[in-house]
Every structure is written in structure tokens, then in C-alpha cells.
């Protein structure tokens, strides 16, 4: 089993940044692919990022690359998620997944482990 806590969420205006992390806990002696996605009210939960194992490898939704960045630190068992230039469009709570494997997945059904969320709200 592999524990997942999100943290970093928090009211922002809109151009401003904020750095959520992801902090791994219990099985994470194996190799897990990481990502982050979101929902926001009445809507599906969508695909934001994905990074492989070793970081080597990200992916990104059309709607925030450029502006999100993905990474991890292995040693902390800690993944983050830097987001700048935030929109109003960005607000919803923001899940941490994990998936057993090596090579990064960019759908829903892909992960097995879910944090909590966090929620992110972007003022206009």
C-alpha cells in the first residue's frame, strides 16, 4: 500500500503561483509513476501532469503546459507540482496518483493510489 498527502493548495490571485507536493508514504520501496490531476464542481476529474520514475520523462494537458512544471525527488518520496501564471480557470482540487511501473500514464484509470486533494482556487 502506498499513502499519499497533498499540500500547498490555497486562494490565489490570478498570474500569481503556487507549489503543491505530494508526499509518499508506506510501499514506496518499488518504482511508481506520478501524477497530478484535478476537478473542479460539476465537472469530471481531467489529466494536469505525469512524470515517469527516474524524472526524465514529463507530460502535460494542452490547458496548463507552459505554465505547470512537474518534478520528484525520489530520496524525499516526494513529488511537486509548480504552477504559475495561475488562471480563474485552474480553481479545483488538485489529486496526487501513483501507479506501480516506470513509464509515466496520462489517464485516470491508469493509477491505483489517490491522495486526498487539495484545494486550489484562483480569484479574477
Known amino acids: 500500500q502506498v499513502q499519499l498527502v497533498e499540500s500547498g493548495g490555497g486562494l490565489v490571485q490570478a498570474g500569481g503561483s503556487l507549489r503543491l507536493s505530494c508526499a509518499a508514504s508506506?510501499?514506496?520501496?518499488?518504482?511508481?509513476?506520478m501524477g497530478w490531476f484535478r476537478q473542479a464542481p460539476g465537472k469530471e476529474r481531467e489529466f494536469v501532469a505525469a512524470?515517469?520514475?527516474?524524472?526524465?520523462?514529463?507530460y502535460y494537458a494542452d490547458s496548463v503546459k507552459g505554465r505547470f512544471t512537474i518534478s520528484r525527488n525520489n530520496a524525499k518520496n516526494t513529488v511537486y507540482l509548480q504552477m504559475n501564471s495561475l488562471k480563474p480557470e485552474d480553481t479545483a482540487v488538485y489529486y496526487c496518483?501513483?501507479?506501480?511501473?516506470?513509464?509515466?500514464?496520462?489517464?485516470?484509470?491508469?493509477?491505483?493510489?489517490w491522495g486526498q486533494g487539495t484545494q486550489v482556487t484562483v480569484s479574477s
Open positions: 508506506g510501499r514506496t520501496g518499488s518504482t511508481y509513476a
Open positions: 496518483a501513483a501507479v506501480l511501473g516506470i513509464v509515466l500514464r496520462t489517464t485516470t484509470d491508469d493509477y491505483y493510489y
Open positions: 512524470i515517469n520514475w527516474s524524472g526524465s520523462s514529463t
